[in-house]
C-alpha cells in the first residue's frame, strides 16, 4: 500500500515557476515507478510525466517537454516536479501516481498502469 501527498501547487503568473512535491508513506516507495497527471475543468486527466523507479528514466508528455522536469529522492520517499514557463493552459490539478509496472517508461504514460493516486493539488497559471 502506497498512499500519496501532493503539495505545492498555487497561483503563478504566465513565464513563472512552480515546484510539486509528492510525499509517500510506505517502504516500498522505491520499487515503484512515478507519474504526474492533470486535469483541468471538463477535461479528461491527461499524462505529465513519468519516472523509473530508481530515476535512470524519464518520459514527458509533448506540451511539457523542455518545460517541466520530474525527479525522485527514494531516501526521502519524495517525487518532484519542477515546471517552469508556465502557460494558462497549464492550469489544472495535478495529480501523483504510483505504478508497479516494471517495463519501458513509456507505458507509464497510461492511466490504467498506475495503482495509487493522491488528492492532487490546484495550478492556476494566470495570464
Known amino acids: 500500500q502506497v498512499q500519496l501527498v501532493e503539495s505545492g501547487g498555487g497561483l503563478v503568473q504566465a513565464g513563472g515557476s512552480l515546484k510539486l512535491s509528492c510525499a509517500a508513506s510506505?517502504?516500498?516507495?522505491?520499487?515503484?515507478?512515478m507519474g504526474w497527471f492533470r486535469q483541468a475543468p471538463g477535461k479528461e486527466r491527461e499524462f505529465v510525466a513519468a519516472?523509473?523507479?530508481?530515476?535512470?528514466?524519464?518520459y514527458y508528455a509533448d506540451s511539457v517537454k523542455g518545460r517541466f522536469t520530474i525527479s525522485r529522492d527514494n531516501a526521502k520517499n519524495t517525487v518532484l516536479l519542477l515546471m517552469g514557463s508556465l502557460k494558462p493552459d497549464d492550469t489544472a490539478v495535478y495529480y501523483c501516481?504510483?505504478?508497479?509496472?516494471?517495463?519501458?517508461?513509456?507505458?507509464?504514460?497510461?492511466?490504467?498502469?498506475?495503482?495509487?493516486w493522491g488528492q492532487g493539488t490546484q495550478v492556476t497559471v494566470s495570464s
Open positions: 501516481a504510483a505504478s508497479a509496472h516494471t517495463g519501458p517508461i513509456v507505458f507509464n504514460k497510461q492511466r490504467e498502469m498506475y495503482d495509487y
Open positions: 510506505g517502504r516500498t516507495f522505491s520499487s515503484y515507478a
Open positions: 519516472i523509473s523507479w530508481s530515476g535512470s528514466s524519464t
